[in-house]
């Protein structure tokens, strides 16, 4: 088993060491926050309830919603589509209920992977931990280079290049500001999203009852072309095929709900804060996902060609074509300012995240300690930095070539998160057994997730299953590329824990063993 060192400082130096003191040592910070000298000189309380939710909306609502959406209908069909967001809806419910039952127990930055080094395997929270940033850091690129694909839409002889290096010092910058003034930023961006979200919804009511120029609607989108549709090969198997397909794409679009754990170690009153942000960040996103996927599922049928296109920007977006189909020229332009807010606002989120788990890792002994250091703002400014400069790899895209090795940085990102809600699933199921092992009963618990063990159980298997599953068209259709591309992010992961576990000889932890006083919510 892993020690876990002390982190010492010299004079002047901020560094995040997790001490309890009386709650009445508490202070204000210079941004107004309460700082919590629970978390040392380092990480302020500075957050809300209602940070955390807009901080996990803007992470999970996004590219992926906006034009992810339309190839997701035209593989699965309308009511395909429909039941895998809602069938992965209730995975990532399991998922938040685990974590938020853990992060309200033990409110630490970097949640679960703190938790997967002190309650599995310190090798597990090293590589699930060192996988989970470099999946954010490398989105955080994604972000920027959106950003100036989203802007080409307006004015093609503009390069990407430009806003890149624009926004990149803007959102850096943002994340060396106070925490709170972070989490407000963050919330005005995501506001417009759920409002973009709802006037759709509105709007596509309004169209399906017959107020565009298709006349009524109704659910002929559901009856023409049909509810499922065939995907790689026909009948009965390709509808199944499509259906599992969508699968995958659902829940890479909900992944960015668990951010709600990383900000737990920065949150004010996080026993209040924490069950609250769970439980409206997990209803809001699911009630904004699958009311979306439903309406476009009526007012756009799945065999529209413009479904398909490779074009990144408004035009692909199902919404955009719900639009054009009904007759409203104008919304395109809309839709665009709209998309525009959701890349630069996930691009804030991917830079939080990332920076948070760094510190995770510091603190645990996975990652440099001068990463936890923080500045007398109570921001962790080596580890924001750090972060931040994978964010330069955006300019790959602008290289030939280049664009390669960007997909393959994405292919990592993408299946990280299933690997993150595994070992969320894994870390709840240890927890639990601790507590019973230790007489600590469950209903004395803040937050106490419902139906256990088995609704952890459900989302853990199901996860897995998605896990290995996420390239099976590759052995439909055999493709070298594919496969390592659909892989390679589990075979990092597995390089990660087994380098880790040979050099350090690390054992899993026994439960007799397992700290749960440290971090502990008073």
Not at 94 to 117: D, H, K, N, Q, W
């Amino acid at each position: 088993m892993a020690s876990y060192p002390t982190a010492t400082s010299s004079p002047g130096e901020a560094i995040e060491i997790e001490k309890k003191v009386p709650d009445d040592l508490a202070v204000s910070s210079i941004d107004g926050s309460q700082k919590d000298l629970s978390v040392g000189e380092g990480l302020q309380r500075g957050l809300n309830s209602w940070h955390l939710q807009f901080i996990a909306i803007g992470s999970a609502i996004g590219t992926g919603l906006f034009l992810g959406s339309g190839q997701a209908l035209a593989t699965a069909g309308a009511v395909g589509c429909l039941i895998a967001f809602l069938f992965v809806g209730t995975i990532v419910y399991s998922i938040m209920v685990s974590l938020g039952e853990m992060a309200t127990f033990m409110p630490v930055a970097g949640s679960f992977t703190a938790y997967a080094s002190r309650f599995v395997d310190p090798s597990l929270g090293f590589s699930m931990g060192w996988i989970y940033w470099f999946s954010w850091a490398s989105t955080y690129a994604l972000e920027l280079v959106g950003s100036g694909l989203v802007i080409q839409y307006w004015d093609k002889r503009l390069s990407v290049g430009i806003f890149i290096a624009i926004f990149w010092v803007v959102f850096t910058a943002c994340n060396f500001l106070p925490v709170r003034w972070f989490g407000e930023f963050e919330s005005y961006f995501v506001s417009i999203k759920v409002v973009t979200i709802i006037g759709f919804i509105i709007f596509a009511i309004c169209i399906d009852a017959g107020a565009g120029q298709q006349g009524y609607l109704g659910f002929d989108a559901w009856i023409h072309p049909g509810p499922f549709a065939e995907y790689i090969v026909t009948g009965n198997i390709g509808k199944f095929v499509g259906f599992w397909s969508v699968l995958v794409t659902a829940g890479f679009s909900y992944q960015g709900t668990e951010l709600v754990g990383v900000g737990a170690g920065e949150t004010a009153n996080p026993s209040k804060s924490v069950p609250k942000a769970i439980r409206w960040t997990f209803w809001g996103v699911f009630t904004l996902f699958v009311g979306t996927i439903f309406f476009i599922g009526l007012t756009v049928p799945a065999d529209n060609p413009q479904l398909l296109t490779d074009a990144s920007d408004a035009s692909a977006s199902p919404l955009v074509i719900a639009a054009k189909l009904a007759g409203v020229p104008v919304l395109p332009h809309i839709i665009n300012a709209v998309l525009l807010t959701a890349v630069l606002s996930a691009a804030n989120s991917n830079l939080y995240s990332g920076s948070r788990i760094i510190v995770a890792l510091a603190n645990e002994g996975h990652a440099p300690a001068f990463f936890a250091r923080t500045n007398r703002f109570g921001t962790p400014h080596y580890a924001v930095a750090f972060t931040a400069v994978i964010g330069l790899f955006a300019f790959l895209n602008l290289s030939s070539g280049g664009g390669q090795v960007f997909n393959w940085l994405l292919n990592i990102a993408g299946i990280a998160g299933f690997i993150s809600w595994c070992c969320i699933s894994i870390c709840h199921l240890v927890f639990m057994r601790v507590l019973r092992s230790r007489g600590i009963s469950r209903e004395t618990l803040t937050f106490k997730a419902p139906m256990q063990p088995w609704l952890t159980i459900y989302g853990l298997f199901f996860c897995v299953l998605i896990l290995f599953t996420n390239g099976f068209t590759v052995f439909i259709s055999w493709s070298t590329s594919g496969f390592f591309a659909a892989y390679v992010s589990i075979i990092l992961f597995l390089a990660l824990y087994l380098g880790h576990k040979l050099i350090f000889r690390t054992k899993f932890v026994a439960l007799a063993d397992i700290d749960l006083e440290r971090d502990r919510a008073t």
